[in-house]
């Protein structure tokens, strides 16, 4: 098998590698923050797939990403279940639920669309709410001490460890890195990208896009659902604050600014956006208006993002 | 030897409110004929042609193709079977490159399902680039196709046809803006690919349609006015009332 582009499937590595040795100079604080905007970044390269590559713009991920966060989270706190199958669970959940959703959700486009993943996603959060003594609502719920630690493989694994954490996360993105890797650049990849830059012509030259669609959709809702079961077990806690609409905002907001359609896109945009929503978010509570208001001048002035306007200008093969 | 049919049309109908863009039309086309549509602007040429390929429905009528009634199908299934259309309006992936776009096409034939293993990226991209030869674009593969000139873009349309080797093969005004040279080479590639599929060509240019044609069909205002050899057209009465007669 050839590798397709690859100067990109280089960067990637490079990129990992860089990441790998983080871990050895960062204080413990930097690591714990990298730690989480990993993670977040896992759930952007979801949202990117859909939204970037596929040119859908969904604003109700956050519901995948609780649905991973509670199908992982409640299948441990209430059966037991042990943290690696739990993990599949929430995957399972995130791309189950963002399934059924797709079916009903893309027999609508653009604005329409928007407003019906919205709706979906706030009915979601609602339901953590309603449900609040099996989920803990608001007030969420932490995962039993013996979660903390499992064994993989005869390897016993400490999720107290910062160092740990980081690795597992780490790890899981490079996963998920590779293979979006896969996706986008090949055949497949090439279909998303036709089906945001003309789904009529698609249509025409033998493509049933809707189904294309459905399966952007549910590989998105997928990936949204590891980082939240990845984020919900490593933290020890799952809380309805997931489901909220600024959840959807903040992954739109982080592809946006890191370039949507770019493969490290996401990872860009969420480690400069956490770092400057951690910064604002300590000066000033209203820290939601200046995300609004840079949503917009993102949207104006920038709509290709950091690496996508790098790879307009200079580096071509950045998709 | 019988003829064998390709496409039949049975009381095609196409109203858009009271408009009656095409009026109860019977089509008969046998395989491996190029064959010419012609008729005024605004006969229903467009819209005709669009009933077929599945991307718009009728109000009534059926169309049949290689034995099979396709009139409910979705235009991508009929694309499957062997249906190829090029949009009049140039219809292309503007921010994608020239190759890329007929990669889109080539993949359609070599790799229909996009779960399941088919060719290699390899042999689409060696497929794509064959098919810009034919219409010799394949010294511009990587340039971004929405800033081609015209005429470029219409070849690159009808190359995402030829990627696709269909059974029937529609062109909608194929050399609409194209240069005198271009449109010879145009005519050299639509008689290779006749070779091996049949062509339904809507066409402005009486001396494309002369070169090419086999039998040509005039539409006047949604009907079918006339059919028959370039010879017999030329001679009907009807039609060069409604149709030569004009001033070109
Ligand atoms: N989507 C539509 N909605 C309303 N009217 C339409 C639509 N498409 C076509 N028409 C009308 O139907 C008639 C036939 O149009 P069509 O495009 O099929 O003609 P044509 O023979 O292809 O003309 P031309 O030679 O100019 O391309 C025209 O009067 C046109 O205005
Ligand atoms: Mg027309």
Redesign the pocket.
Known sequence: MTIPNKKLFALCLVVLALLFMAQFVLSNYLVLALTRILILAIFAMGYNMLMGYTGLLSLGHAMFFAAGLYAAGLANYYGGVSLPIAFVIGILGGGVLAFVIGLLALRTQTVSFMIVTLMFAQVAYLLTLYFSNVTGGDQGLTLPTASRSFSLFGLAVDLTSPMVRFNIALTLFAVVLIGLFAVTQGPLGRLFVAVRENINRTEMLGFDTYRIRLLAFTISGAISGLAGALYGLMFGFIGSSFAEFRSSIEVLLFTLVGGPGTLLGPLVGTGVMTMLIDRLSGMTSAYLIVVGVLLIVINLWFPKGILGTIRDRWVPWLK | MAEVILLKTRGLKRH??G?K?VDGVDFTLRKGEIRAII??????????VSLLSGRIPPSEGTVEFDGQDVTALPAHRRVRLGIAYTF?ITNIYPSMSVLENVAVAAQSRLRPSFLRKGASETEIEDAARAALAAVGLDDRLDEVAGVLAYGHQRLLEVAMGLALEPKLLILD?PTQGLSDSEIANFIEVVKRVAQSSTVLL?E?NMHVVMSLADRITV?ERGRLLAEGSPAEIMNDKAVQAAYLGEPA
């Open positions: 858009f409110g408009l863009a008729g005024p602007n605004g006969a229903g040429k467009s819209t005709f009049q005004e809507i402005h539409l």
